[in-house]
C-alpha cells in the first residue's frame, strides 16, 4: 500500500470555512443532553450566591421554582437536585421525609416542567447528616468511627422511595457504597417504581474538585473524609471498569464517571468496554470554579473554554454532561 501524504494530502483543506468545518464535526453539544445542578433550600425569595462557585445559588422554593421554568424554555434534558435542610442529625432524618426539602422541590419542580425536562434527584446522606459524612456511621470493633455500609444502604431505599413518591423522574445515586444501586433497583420495584431509572454515580472519585460543592451544599465533613468509601484517583483505572461492571449488574440504567476533567480517559475506557449503556459525566464545581476565576481576571475566554472543555468530555465518550453552564451553554447554542 502506498502511503499517500503531502502534496496529494493536505489537512487544511476541510478546515478552509466555517460551514465546511461544521460539515466534518463528529462532536456536538446539545441542550438536551445537559443536566443543571441546582441547590434548594427553605425559606422565600432567597437566592443566596455560591461564593466560590460565582453566578450559582442557593434557591427557596420559590425561586427554583423560576430556575425550572427556565430550564424548560432552554431545552435541557434535565435538572439534578440538592437539598440543604433546615436540620441536620445523625442519619439524615430530612432527605427521608415526605416533607422534606428534597421531596418539597422534586414536587414543585415537577409542577412547573410537566414533564418537559426531567427531574433527577442526588441521593446520598452528606448534605443531610450533621457530620458531612454520606451516610450512617457507627465505630468499629478498633473504636473507630467509620461509615457502616449496610445500614446505609437501608436509609438510601428510604431516600428513593421517599423521592418517587414526590415524583422524581430519575434518582442518581452518589454515595459509592457497596450494593447500593442493586438495593434501590429492588427498593424501587418493591414499590411499584419499577420503571424509575438509575443513573449511578458509578466511576466516584475521592477529589478535591468537589471543594466549591461542599460549600454550596454545606456537606464538609465534620472529621475525616471521603477516601474510605469514594475511589482513589491513583487506582488502577480496572477498577473503575470494576465498579462500573458491579453497577451495570446491580441494574444501573446509566453510568456516571466523576469528576469529569480530570478523569477522561476513564470515560473513554468506559465508553470502550461498555458501549450500549449511556454514559453519564459530572463537570464538577472545582472544574467550573476553575474557568470562573481565571475568566473574572480576563485571562481565558470563559465561552470557548466552556464549550471546549464539554467538546472534550463529550468526545471521550460522554453523552450526558451534567455542568453548571448547562443553561449558559444552552443560551450561545
Ligand atoms: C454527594 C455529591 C457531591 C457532589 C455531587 N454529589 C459531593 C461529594 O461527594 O463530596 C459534588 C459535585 C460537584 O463538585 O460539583 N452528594
Redesign the pocket.
Known amino acids: 500500500m502506498t502511503f499517500v501524504s503531502f502534496p496529494t494530502v493536505r489537512m487544511r483543506r476541510l478546515r478552509f470555512n466555517s460551514v465546511l468545518r461544521k460539515l466534518v464535526r463528529e462532536n456536538f453539544i446539545s441542550p438536551e443532553r445537559l443536566i443543571l445542578?441546582l441547590f434548594v433550600r427553605s425559606g422565600k425569595g432567597i437566592r443566596q450566591p455560591i461564593p466560590s462557585m460565582p453566578n450559582q445559588f442557593q434557591l427557596s422554593l420559590d425561586e427554583f421554582a423560576k430556575e425550572i421554568s427556565e430550564a424548560v424554555s432552554l431545552g435541557l434534558g434535565g435538572v439534578i437536585l440538592?437539598g440543604i435542610p433546615d436540620v441536620k442529625d445523625a442519619i439524615g432524618s430530612d432527605a427521608m421525609s415526605d416533607t422534606g426539602i428534597i421531596a418539597q422541590a422534586i414536587r414543585v419542580a415537577k409542577d412547573v416542567s410537566q414533564d418537559k425536562l426531567l427531574v433527577i434527584s442526588?441521593v446520598?446522606f452528606?448534605?443531610y447528616t450533621e457530620h458531612g459524612h454520606?451516610g450512617v456511621l457507627r465505630e468499629d470493633s478498633s473504636g473507630k468511627t467509620e461509615l457502616d455500609n449496610d445500614a446505609t444502604l437501608e436509609n438510601l431505599v428510604r431516600q428513593v422511595i421517599v423521592q418517587s413518591r414526590a415524583g422524581v423522574d430519575m434518582v442518581a445515586p452518589?454515595a459509592m457504597i457497596d450494593g447500593m444501586v442493586g438495593w434501590i433497583r429492588r427498593g424501587l420495584d418493591g414499590e411499584g417504581f419499577e420503571n424509575i431509572p438509575i443513573m449511578s454515580y458509578s466511576a466516584?472519585y475521592a477529589s478535591a474538585?468537589?471543594g466549591?460543592?461542599?460549600e454550596a451544599?454545606e456537606?464538609t465533613p465534620k472529621s475525616g473524609d471521603?477516601r474510605s468509601y469514594?475511589m482513589d484517583p491513583a487506582a488502577s483505572a480496572a477498577q473503575a471498569l470494576r465498579e462500573i461492571q458491579l453497577d451495570i449488574n446491580e441494574g444501573a440504567d446509566i453510568i456516571m464517571i466523576k469528576p469529569a476533567l480530570a478523569y477522561l480517559d476513564i470515560i473513554k475506557l468506559a465508553k470502550e468496554h461498555f458501549d450500549g449503556i449511556p454514559i453519564a459525566a459530572?463537570n464538577?464545581?472545582?472544574e467550573y470554579s476553575m474557568v470562573k476565576a481565571a475568566a473574572e481576571r480576563g485571562w481565558i475566554d470563559e465561552k470557548l473554554i466552556v464549550q471546549e472543555t464539554l467538546t472534550a468530555i463529550s468526545r471521550a465518550g460522554a453523552s450526558i454532561i451534567l455542568t453548571y453552564w448547562a443553561k449558559d451553554i444552552a443560551r450561545s447554542l
Open positions: 445542578p440538592f442526588d446520598c452528606c448534605e454520606c452518589s466516584k474538585f468537589y466549591p460543592f461542599r451544599a456537606s471521603r469514594q459530572y464538577v464545581s472545582g
